[in-house]
């Protein structure tokens, strides 16, 4: 089943009991605490020490993720000798993690403690109250746009939408400082985008406004760039010289390449839009202590750090790093989830029907 598929199935289940948790909060009732709020919460000076030493105890973690095995086996392996508490890892593609997470807790099936994937999929978890609000200093070193209001989940790295370019067959120089610039007619036939960035699309529509947003989609359209599906396999295309230039290249993609060797350079072309990653505990995590433990490493920038040192784009601040040294605009996770037909269908209009 397809990410949009299951996320229609899943918001259609959704309408009514969203609906009943809007009336109780206007009728002043509350939500109730999750059985681990007060671990995953504590302030104490004695925080630190007491989680390490019952985390050991607890001897594992249960980590469901999205993130590629080249970057989770290397994080889990780092935590695990860090602290002598197992990891169990679970990997999977984004929408296997959430339909495996729903499943699991409408069957009360309490088995995950940590799970790290999309910043959309973690959204839709937390509207389905699989998620703990926690507590880790390491909060402070991010930017508040990583931080949702609910804080249910917070963002650990990033990925950003860029220009990536084959380095034989365009210069930097030549690269316009926007998106308009591509409009220019040299840019037809040069150009390529990945079959399914209504989000990229959204966002700039939201940031420009209507007028000015559609109307640069509907002329780019008329370029007819080249359509491709994967972010991975764009890039890989970029490096092979047959799309000259990417549009919706994720930098951490493009860097990744470039680090390899590959002719491969990436430029931020104004707006930057981002996409948040996150991580989140269960709220009826089997191991509520390690899985505490294992959030806070992944934000702290000893995690951050190794994130960086891989490739992907850190979220904290306290991270040296080109790769989000940029204004950006961050995707709305509300505009992700009940917007998505609208601007999937505007996209698929103008991209993908000719």
Do not use: C
């Not at 109730?32 to 919460?41: A, Y």
């Not at 390490?52 to 469901?64: D, F, H, P, S, T």
């Not at 040299?186 to 399914?196: D, N, P, V």
């Amino acid at each position: 089943m397809s990410w949009f598929r299951y996320r229609k199935m899943v918001l259609l289940q959704l309408v009514a009991l969203v609906a009943a948790w809007a009336w109780l909060a206007d009728a002043g009732a509350q939500v109730v605490p999750g059985p681990n709020e007060s671990i995953h919460m504590y302030r104490g000076a004695d925080r630190d020490a007491r989680l390490i030493e019952k985390a050991r105890l607890e001897g594992k973690v249960v980590l469901y993720t999205s993130l590629a095995t080249t970057e989770s086996i290397p994080l889990t392996q780092a935590f695990e000798k860090k602290y002598g508490v197992k990891v169990e890892l679970w990997r999977a593609v984004s929408e296997k993690v959430v339909q495996r997470a729903v499943a699991e807790g409408r069957a009360k099936r309490f088995a995950v403690d940590v799970i790290e994937t999309n910043g959309p999929e973690m959204e839709m978890l937390t509207r389905e109250n699989l998620f703990s609000e926690f507590y880790s200093p390491y909060i402070e070193d991010l930017p508040p746009v990583a931080v949702p209001s609910h804080r249910k989940w917070i963002s650990d790295r990033l990925n950003f939408f860029v220009v990536a370019y084959n380095t034989n067959l365009v210069r930097r120089e030549e690269l316009p400082k926007t998106y308009e610039g591509f409009l220019d007619p040299k840019w037809k036939g040069k150009i390529g985008i990945e079959a399914t960035d209504h989000e990229w699309l959204a966002t700039i529509v939201k940031q420009w406004g209507p007028e000015r947003g559609l109307g640069f989609f509907r002329k780019l359209a008329e370029m007819k760039p080249d359509v491709r599906k994967g972010h991975t396999l764009l890039s890989e295309l970029i490096a092979a010289g047959e799309v000259p230039v990417g549009l919706t290249v994720y930098n951490a993609y493009a860097e990744s390449m470039k680090r390899r060797g590959g002719p491969v350079d990436w430029v931020p072309v104004d707006p930057v839009v981002g996409r948040p990653q996150g991580i989140g505990i269960a709220r009826n995590a089997p191991h509520p202590h390690a899985a505490l433990l294992f959030a806070d490493f992944v934000l702290s920038p000893e995690g951050q750090e190794l994130f960086s040192s891989m490739g992907r784009v850190p979220a904290s601040l306290k991270v040296k790093t080109n790769l989000n040294k940029f204004p950006y605009t961050m995707v709305d996770m509300a505009t992700v989830l009940d917007e998505a037909e609208k601007w999937e269908k505007t996209w698929n209009d103008l991209f993908l029907r000719k």
